[in-house]
């Protein structure tokens, strides 16, 4: 496996390479990747974007402002299904196409140390080599394209194309081993110079509302797990987690991110035994998922994440669980 | 064209020090062997950077793909690359998993539910899984597809995670809310 792992790593190095004639001047390229997380965050915009994944392609309006210190950003998708996304600070409600509304609400405190309130922005790890490949044009904007190439195969590349003079990211493009573009998002229109408020990330009335509510203690013995994964891709670390409910169940979570590529390994109390794994592949997005008997009863763990298939089974193989010992 | 010129433009290639016309050339050019010997030092450099190796054993999931290979399948070529690694990635589980319930006792609190050696264990054992899987006439049964469906709470909080920690904010967002609203046509 680590064979094939080098030799994708390696293609995927020859590729961009190929595209990528010449190296960063460290300084400014590095500079401007590590102004592109809070570029233009505090900053009121609305623009449209493309995103493509596979036969998919969607258009976008994105709104952005920033209220009471706390980021407020609106999607709309325009085209086919209605769906939305509304998200306020550490609170995200999405609308689906069937008019179902999902709402995930901070909670007051987390049972775990890097959960929202501690946050922590990962530098980018040496794992991926910074390659400038000049200026280039998106939505009309003078733009820096920059290649990220990976040095092992436990992690995508990423291609990303930043704005001159804010450092935003206009465009970005995911790339597998062999060099596809996974999925693609691009501006097409930025207009920064627009007045919002608050009504216009305003929740939806009168949807019927799922809530993942967060729980605030490890009140579900036998039904509540800690996560830990034994084994990690070099440069990735836990940065997030939580646990909440669904459907009456406590499903926990952990986050785990290299600055860029991010994947979540979730555990939920199965109410069957499973056999085998279950997948799905949507762009870069993996979902494995597998049952794990614990007595009495037993998990089921899954794990989403824009990592490769080898990366998931290898971080599902290394994991622990540890069931909570906390009071009803 | 050398040998020697090969493996100096391979060398070269990992160095970051190969021209565009070189690594075109030996993109064209490039056998077996060189594919190999670009491998073996991409491991070198790995190890040498401290970077983690596998410890899976090498044909840990080839002897799996070769069984795939063997059946008969009407998919994509796609679904079929996907199918080779989640039923490795099954019997991994299905090993690792069993040791756990084995190992594990009901009356300890807190629980550790295996964790390391049994999974460690389970990958030593993998070889021999495989071997096993090989002998054996059953077919493997094809992996099942998780609905996007059921997997919708969990895509929601990936991607909040995702949008806080990876970088690219909006990326996750717009990625979510795509995939939303294609989901019928995902399913």
């Given at each position: 496996m680590m064979q094939r792992l080098s030799r994708t790593a390696g293609s995927l190095c020859v590729v961009l390479a190929l595209m990528a004639p010449r190296l960063a001047t460290a300084d400014s390229a590095t500079a401007l990747l590590e102004r592109m997380p809070q570029a233009m965050a505090d900053s009121a915009w609305r623009g449209r974007l493309v995103y493509l994944r596979g036969a998919d392609m969607s258009t976008l309006e994105v709104l952005h402002a920033l209220f009471d210190g706390k980021t407020h950003e609106r999607l709309i998708h325009l085209d086919g299904a209605h769906a939305e996304l509304i998200r306020r600070g550490d609170d995200l409600i999405c609308l689906h196409p069937k008019g179902g509304v999902t709402r995930l609400d901070s909670g007051a405190a987390s049972l775990n140390p890097l959960a929202l309130s501690g946050r922590v922005s990962l530098p980018l790890p040496p794992e991926y080599q910074l390659v400038a490949r000049g200026a280039?044009?998106?939505?009309?904007?003078?733009?820096?394209?920059?290649?990220?190439?990976?040095?092992?195969?436990?992690?995508?590349?990423?291609?990303?194309?930043?704005?001159d003079d804010s450092g935003m990211l206009l465009k970005s493009e995911v790339l597998d081993s062999k060099g596809q573009v996974l999925e693609r998002m691009e501006f097409v229109a930025l207009d920064t110079d627009v007045t919002l408020s608050t009504t216009d990330f305003a929740s939806p009335a009168g949807a019927e509302e799922t809530v993942l509510a967060p729980v605030e203690a490890p009140t579900f013995v036998g039904r509540q797990v800690t996560l830990d994964a034994q084994w990690l891709p070099p440069g990735f670390a836990p940065v997030d987690g939580d646990t909440r409910l669904a459907a009456g169940e406590p499903v926990t979570a952990r986050s785990y991110t290299d600055g860029l590529a991010t994947f979540t390994v979730f555990a939920e109390p199965a109410s069957d035994a499973r056999e085998g794994v279950r997948i799905n592949q949507m762009g870069p997005t993996l979902a494995v998922s597998a049952y794990m008997p614990v007595p009495p009863a037993g998990f089921d763990i899954t794990l989403v994440g824009e990592v490769p298939p080898a990366t998931a089974e290898k971080v599902l193989a290394g994991l622990n669980l540890v069931l909570e010992s906390g009071v009803d | 064209m050398s040998a020697d010129r090969n493996r100096e433009t391979l060398s070269a290639l990992l160095d970051g020090e190969a021209s565009e016309l070189e690594a075109r050339r030996?993109?064209?050019?490039?056998?077996?062997?060189?594919?190999?010997?670009?491998?073996?030092?991409?491991?070198?450099?790995?190890?040498?950077?401290?970077?983690?190796?596998?410890?899976?054993?090498?044909?840990?999931?080839?002897?799996?793909?070769?069984?795939?290979?063997?059946?008969?399948?009407?998919?994509?070529?796609?679904?079929?690359?996907?199918?080779?690694?989640?039923?490795?990635?099954?019997?991994?589980?299905?090993?690792?998993?069993?040791?756990?319930?084995?190992?594990?006792?009901?009356?300890?609190?807190?629980?550790?539910?295996?964790?390391?050696?049994?999974?460690?264990?389970?990958?030593?054992?993998?070889?021999?899984?495989?071997r096993d899987f090989q002998r054996s006439p059953v077919v493997q049964a094809r992996p099942a597809t998780l609905a996007v469906s059921e997997l919708q709470p969990l895509l929601v909080r990936h991607s909040q995670f995702a949008a806080e920690h990876g970088g690219q904010s909006l990326v996750p967002l717009a990625r979510l809310v795509s995939l939303d609203a294609n989901r019928d046509a995902e399913e």
């Open positions: 280039d044009r998106v939505a009309g904007i003078e733009t820096q394209q920059l290649s990220l190439v990976p040095a092992d195969g436990w992690r995508y590349g990423y291609q990303l194309w930043l704005a | 030996l993109l064209r050019d490039m056998n077996e062997e060189d594919g190999q010997q670009l491998s073996r030092w991409q491991l070198a450099s790995d190890v040498l950077q401290g970077h983690a190796v596998s410890a899976v054993p090498a044909d840990f999931a080839a002897s799996l793909c070769g069984q795939l290979d063997a059946q008969e399948s009407v998919r994509p070529a796609w679904v079929a690359r996907l199918g080779q690694v989640a039923v490795a990635a099954s019997v991994a589980a299905a090993t690792v998993f069993g040791w756990q319930y084995m190992d594990t006792s009901p009356a300890s609190t807190p629980m550790v539910a295996t964790g390391e050696a049994p999974f460690a264990r389970a990958l030593a054992e993998a070889e021999l899984v495989s």
